[in-house]
Structures are given as C-alpha cells and as structure tokens.
C-alpha cells in the first residue's frame, strides 16, 4: 500500500523560506511523477511542481519557477520542496502526490494524473 506523509508546513513572513517533505512508503519510485499541489483558501488545487522520476527533470508551475525547487532523495525515498521568497497568496495546503503512469509529466499539473496523495500540510506566509 502506497502512503504519502508530507512535513514541514508552517508560518512564515513574505519573503521567507520553507522546506517541505514527503516521505513515500509501499513503493520503489522506478517510474511516474512525484508532484506537489496547493489549495489555497477559496481555490482549487492546482500543480506547484513535479519531478519526474528516472529522469531526473523537474517540472513547475511558471508563477514559482526561479523560487521553488523540487528534489529527490533516492536512499530515503522521500521528496522535497524548497520554497524560497514565499508570497502571502501561496497561502495553504501542501499536498504531496504519486503518478506512477510513464507519461505523467504530459500532465504534471493535472490533479488527474495522480493516484496516491498525502494529508497535506499547512503554509501561511504572513505578516
């Protein structure tokens, strides 16, 4: 059974920084896409970014490309978000995700491409 545990969310001031991280369980990560999602009050859940597993190429959502980084730790199985110069409007839950399709990242950003999602964290950016 494959689980997804995000950690690291918190409160922050604009400009700030946060770490996120997820720790994936039941699954050797061989293939498919591990992404991260945000919902934001009022809004849908929408693709921050993914890394494409075997590859080694991430993918990003253009308002956080430059700021965001997404990286894998192969011998811990886990995946992390670094979130630099965070804004008051990426305000809400961060939800850790597996797509395990090889053709994932034709849809990064598609709620749809994924099966496996974690509880999420919360991020406030706030002054």
């Known amino acids: 059974q494959v689980q997804l545990m995000e950690s690291g969310g918190g409160s922050v001031q604009p400009g700030g920084s946060l770490r996120l991280s997820c720790a994936v369980s039941?699954?050797?990560?061989?293939?498919?896409?591990l992404g991260w999602f945000r919902q934001s009050p009022g809004k849908e859940r929408e693709g921050v970014a993914t890394?494409?597993?075997?590859?080694?190429?991430?993918y990003y959502a253009d308002s956080v490309k430059g700021r965001f980084t997404v990286s894998r730790d192969n011998a811990n199985n886990t995946v992390s978000l670094q979130m630099n110069n965070l804004k008051p409007e990426e305000t809400g839950v961060y939800y850790c995700?597996?797509?395990?399709?090889?053709?994932?990242?034709?849809?990064?950003?598609?709620?749809?491409?994924?099966?496996?999602w974690g509880q999420g964290t919360q991020v406030t950016v706030s002054s």
């Open positions: 995700a597996r797509a395990t399709s090889p053709s994932c990242w034709r849809f990064w950003d598609s709620i749809r491409a994924y099966t496996y």
């Open positions: 039941g699954d050797t990560l061989s293939s498919g896409c």
């Open positions: 890394a494409y597993v075997g590859s080694g190429y991430s």
